[in-house]
Structures are given as structure tokens and as C-alpha cells.
């Protein structure tokens, strides 16, 4: 059976008809491993990075690429490198898909830190969780804007991560 992340609805549209854009959950036989995690959440800013607006890393991942939160593909999340090298990807149950971009200095062992735009999102939508994620591709120590866009393409077209892609160097 094949289980289905939506995202929750925005207080803002509350009360409107709002169409949810739906990932779903990678097949068993996709799956590499299942592993439990402590997943927190992790923004741009001051709080989570030390760094301002005005800094010329604002926003930027260990692996260089932007960071990005999208329900409908895939994000990006930091995690313990020795644990999931960079371009790991993972489902993770409540989030959806994300790939290893980045790595936080308190992320240690089996913790993942998963992005989000603002703080506020972070509590509201998240918080601190014990999960068990999904791993599907074993990462190969980069990540390009390249390897992210075509992914996130892959993702949006079919709901879920696609076989054509497991073969692949992504």
C-alpha cells in the first residue's frame, strides 16, 4: 500500500477550498533502509545559521546549493555527513522528500535537520520529532542546483521519487 503525505492546510486559507499537492511515500522495494532519527527544524536566518541577509552565504547549503523547502518535490536537509553523505535522499514521514545539502555543527549521529523558510513554520510545523525516515538513494558526497532541479522535476511528475532515477548518479 502506498501512503500519502499532505502537507497541512495554511491558516490563511483556512475556511477556502485549497487544492494539496500530494508526494507520495517511495514503494518497499525503493526503499535501502529505514533508519530512526531525532529531526528538528532549521532556517536561513541568524537563529539556525549565524548568519544575516547581508552575508553572501545567507541561504546557502555546505554543498553550495540554495536552500529550499518545496512540499510538492523536494527539500533540502542537513544532516551528520558520516551518517548520510551529501545527495542522500530520504522520505520523510509528515516532511516529504529531502536530499542532504547541508550539515549543522549540532547534528551529530542519527539527527537530521530539515529546512524551512520561516521560524515560525519550523513550530508551528515541526518542532522536534522522532521519526523513521526512509532511505532511498545513498548520496555521493555532492549536490548540484543541477542534480536538485532535475530531481525536483521527477518528484512533481510522478508524486514520488522515480525508478528511472535509482540507477542514475544524481
Do not use: C
Amino acid at each position: 500500500m502506498t501512503k500519502k503525505y499532505t502537507p497541512a492546510r495554511s491558516n490563511q486559507n483556512k475556511g477556502k477550498s485549497t487544492s494539496s499537492i500530494e508526494v507520495l511515500a517511495p514503494r518497499d522495494e525503493q526503499v535501502i533502509k529505514t533508519m530512526k532519527v531525532v529531526a528538528t527544524g532549521y532556517t536561513a536566518g541568524y537563529e539556525s545559521t549565524g548568519k544575516k541577509p547581508t552575508h553572501p552565504q545567507y541561504g546557502i547549503t555546505y554543498s553550495g546549493v540554495k536552500v529550499r523547502r518545496n512540499k510538492g518535490s523536494v527539500s533540502t536537509i542537513a544532516a551528520d555527513l558520516k551518517v548520510f553523505p551529501l545527495g542522500t535522499i530520504l522520505y520523510i514521514p509528515g516532511y516529504g522528500y529531502g536530499i542532504v545539502a547541508d550539515k549543522g555543527s549540532k547534528i551529530k549521529g542519527k539527527k537530521i535537520d530539515l529546512y524551512f523558510t520561516t521560524v515560525k513554520q519550523v513550530y508551528k510545523e515541526w518542532g522536534k520529532k522522532e521519526v523513521e525516515v526512509q532511505v532511498i538513494k545513498r548520496g555521493g558526497g555532492k549536490v548540484t542546483e543541477k542534480m536538485l532541479k532535475s530531481l525536483g522535476k521527477a518528484i512533481e511528475v510522478n508524486k514520488q521519487f522515480p525508478d528511472s532515477l535509482l540507477e542514475k548518479a544524481i
